[in-house]
């Protein structure tokens, strides 16, 4: 420190940094006192840096008061505020307040008219471990051919459930192509079982990650599981691959579901912050401070050496200060 500079005392008068407090560790109360050292050429704002700092508060948070004068141009320099009370030595009242942020309206979510409940049905099953990716012989791949034809058959006479079983016969052989397995998952949609049609796409795109047909069902049943999500990120890259206009409708659906979550989850996230703040503030109210604490060790060491109370605090005033030298 210089001997020019200017010892200038804040007393906080307000703290309150809301939401923001989250992993702040330091505390300070009102009533607290800081003290920092600043050039007296230096402007209001560079004071509001140095303190901001300190106390964890931004800049724009402060409001600053020399008395009743608020230090509001925050070009001034603390040399030309001698008129409002600003001089070496002086105290200056802090109020630092975090800004609130209204909170948007999101409204209610209306119900989805195509989500439907959980499946009881287990999904049909896949190949385990080696057999998904092993190299067929020529008689397991005629084995799956007269499976898949016999199923596009049951599948003209309307018979879905036999058509199913057998596209499943063709995927246990072995080996089953990201375009069987997408064909299952199809047909899985179509017999309103999301949930399966989710497994086999998904077990197609780990083959063929440009299946665009695969990202389009496995879309659509997220949308009916009201995954609003995945589903809004599986048309988006179905869209990459090739974009469809039959699909546009739907995911916008989606991405307007899934934009309202995401306000919603924010919105709670927030309140809960509060909460833990307003419990946290709660706590700290019904503990002493540490100025406290001082000034009541003092008033206690002076009245034993006689001392009156008022005494004390004037005499272990300058021990109520924490002072900053920048």
């Known amino acids: 420190m210089t001997d020019?500079?200017?010892?200038?005392?804040?007393?906080?008068?307000e703290m309150n940094r809301g939401a923001f407090a989250v992993g702040i560790k330091n505390r300070w109360d009102p009533g607290d006192?800081?003290?920092?050292?600043?050039?007296?050429?230096?402007?209001?704002?560079?004071?509001?840096?140095?303190?901001?700092?300190?106390?964890?508060?931004?800049?724009?948070?402060?409001?600053?008061k020399c008395g009743e004068n608020e230090l509001s141009d925050p070009s001034a320099k603390i040399d030309s505020l001698e008129s409002v009370?600003?001089?070496?030595?002086?105290?200056?009242?802090?109020?630092?307040?975090?800004?609130?942020?209204?909170?948007?309206?999101?409204?209610?979510?209306?119900?989805?008219?195509?989500?439907?409940?959980?499946?009881?049905?287990?999904?049909?099953?896949?190949?385990?471990?080696?057999?998904?990716?092993?190299?067929?012989?020529?008689?397991e791949e005629d084995k799956q051919n007269a499976a898949k034809g016999a199923a596009a058959e049951l599948l003209e006479d309307g018979d879905k459930a036999g058509a199913l079983a057998k596209l499943t016969e063709a995927v246990m052989v072995g080996n089953p192509t990201a375009m069987l397995l997408v064909k299952r998952g199809e047909l899985l949609l179509k017999m309103k079982r999301?949930?399966?049609?989710?497994?086999?796409?998904?077990?197609?795109?780990?083959?063929?990650?440009?299946?665009?047909?695969?990202?389009?069902?496995?879309?659509?049943?997220h949308r009916l599981l009201g995954k609003?999500?995945?589903a809004n990120t599986d048309f988006s890259e179905a869209q990459k691959i090739d974009y469809d206009d039959d699909i546009v409708d739907a995911h916008a659906y989606c991405t307007k579901r899934n934009m309202w979550l995401i306000k919603k989850e924010g919105k709670e996230y927030r309140a809960k912050i509060a909460e833990k703040e307003a419990e946290a503030a709660a706590k700290r109210a019904e503990i002493p401070t540490a100025r406290e604490k001082r000034e009541a060790e003092a008033k206690a060491k002076a009245a034993k050496v006689g001392y009156t109370p008022s005494t004390a605090t004037t005499v272990m005033g300058d021990s109520t200060e924490r002072q900053t030298d920048l």
Do not use: F
């Open 4 to 13: 020019t500079q200017w010892k200038i005392n804040i007393k906080i008068v």
């Open 33 to 64: 006192k800081i003290s920092v050292q600043i050039e007296p050429h230096a402007t209001v704002s560079m004071m509001k840096q140095k303190v901001a700092m300190i106390v964890a508060a931004h800049e724009k948070w402060q409001v600053m």
């Open 85 to 139: 009370g600003v001089t070496n030595g002086c105290t200056v009242d802090l109020y630092a307040n975090a800004p609130v942020e209204e909170e948007e309206d999101i409204g209610e979510l209306s119900d989805d008219p195509d989500m439907m409940e959980g499946e009881t049905d287990d999904a049909p099953a896949l190949p385990e471990g080696d057999a998904m990716t092993k190299e067929l012989t020529e008689e």
């Open 194 to 221: 999301p949930k399966a049609a989710v497994a086999d796409t998904t077990a197609a795109l780990a083959k063929n990650p440009d299946s665009c047909k695969g990202y389009k069902i496995r879309a659509k049943a």
């Open 228 to 230: 609003y999500a995945e």
